[in-house]
């Protein structure tokens, strides 16, 4: 099983709103990613957890709070979004070894508005 | 800030045709990745390039990485209607986990 699987597709929110996305894998990998892409953008770094600890935290809002409640799950979670936060999220897993860490699976995102 | 670039930022070819993508980077690598995403869609990691190598190829893909030059380029062989989608070359930036992403070349293949 080499899928990484994210629910929601599609969430719309208001500024006030608390939502999650979720993110599972079982590929035993023990590195997984939040990235945020805008369209037509590159995807860009948001957080990596390995061993289900914060490794990289990429300067990103509060308002944005990654939990890694075990190595196959992966959740952030969503509150008091602004309208510039409308973006596709995608979650990643990869092994963690030296070269094996750059071989990242992605999941198919969530496509999140923010109202 | 990202630290590949890669040009051209758009190809349109048509089905058959040879198609090359090339990037940039500024920093040392340990190796350097290609994904591709369709529209929308989750990335698909196509190959890896270790910082010793010059010269790769997976199938209708080849690539080859230039240290000296900071360099990297992706040909697709007799490309097909399937193969238009964004291509983005990625770096590690030194052997951690942050991995940079290209801005990414949209390739479009004509039937």
């Known amino acids: 099983d080499t899928e990484v699987t994210q629910t929601p597709k599609h969430l719309v929110m208001g500024m006030t709103n608390k939502k999650s996305l979720k993110c599972e894998q079982h590929m035993g990998h023990r590195a997984m990613y939040w990235y945020k892409q805008k369209a037509k953008k590159p995807p860009e770094l948001m957080f990596v957890y390995s061993y289900e600890k914060l490794s990289i935290n990429e300067s990103v809002p509060s308002r944005f709070s990654p939990e890694c409640p075990n190595s196959s799950l992966l959740n952030l979670h969503l509150h008091a979004l602004q309208p510039e936060d409308s973006a596709l999220y995608l979650c990643?897993?990869?092994?963690?070894?030296?070269?094996?860490?750059?071989?990242?699976?992605f999941g198919a995102g969530t496509r999140l508005s923010v109202l | 800030s990202q630290q590949g670039e890669e040009d051209p930022q758009a190809l349109s070819i048509q089905e058959g045709e040879n198609a090359t993508m090339n990037c940039s980077y500024k920093?040392?690598?340990?190796?350097l990745q290609w994904y591709r995403q369709n529209s929308g869609r989750g990335l698909v990691h196509l190959i890896l390039?270790?910082?010793?190598?010059r010269e790769k190829h997976s199938g209708r893909l080849r690539v080859t990485l230039d240290t000296s030059k900071k360099s990297s380029s992706l040909l697709i062989t007799a490309s097909r209607a399937a193969d238009t989608a964004s291509y983005f070359c990625?770096?590690?930036?030194?052997?951690?986990?942050?991995?940079?992403f290209g801005a990414g070349t949209r390739l479009f293949v004509k039937a």
């Open positions: 990625a770096t590690d930036r030194g052997g951690g986990f942050k991995t940079i």
């Open positions: 920093t040392s690598i340990n190796n």
């Open positions: 390039i270790r910082s010793n190598e």
């Open positions: 990643a897993s990869s092994q963690v070894g030296r070269e094996s860490k750059n071989i990242q699976y």
